[in-house]
């Protein structure tokens, strides 16, 4: 279930910043994995500051928000085609 409390945007900054630093740490000891493998990446960050005691509570709602946006129209062409055919 997606918490509905506001983002701060001043504080999502400094968390983001937090996360380049861990990113770019990793690509310059050669750790980043490849693009397509980004997931794990950001998987591996969530799972460091969580480990360290980081609060990241502004990123993890805002990166919680774009995971749960469709990647396609394609359910709601569906659910439009599903009504065209009942009227």
């Given at each position: 279930?997606?918490?509905?409390?506001?983002?701060?945007?001043?504080?999502?900054?400094?968390?983001?910043?937090?996360?380049?630093?861990?990113?770019?740490?990793?690509?310059?000891?050669g750790q980043l994995a490849?693009?397509?493998?980004?997931?794990?990446?950001?998987?591996?960050?969530?799972?460091?500051?969580?480990?360290?005691?980081?609060?990241?509570?502004?990123?993890?709602?805002?990166?919680?928000?774009?995971?749960?946006?469709?990647?396609?129209?394609?359910?709601?062409?569906?659910?439009?085609?599903?009504?065209?055919?009942?009227?």
């Amino acid at each position: 279930e997606f918490n509905y409390t506001k983002i701060n945007s001043n504080k999502v900054f400094d968390e983001e910043v937090l996360a380049k630093r861990f990113l770019n740490q990793k690509m310059k000891n050669g750790q980043l994995a490849p693009l397509p493998f980004l997931t794990i990446e950001m998987g591996k960050l969530f799972k460091y500051f969580h480990k360290q005691q980081i609060q990241i509570p502004n990123l993890t709602k805002l990166v919680e928000f774009v995971l749960s946006l469709p990647g396609t129209s394609a359910p709601v062409k569906k659910i439009f085609s599903m009504m065209k055919n009942i009227m």
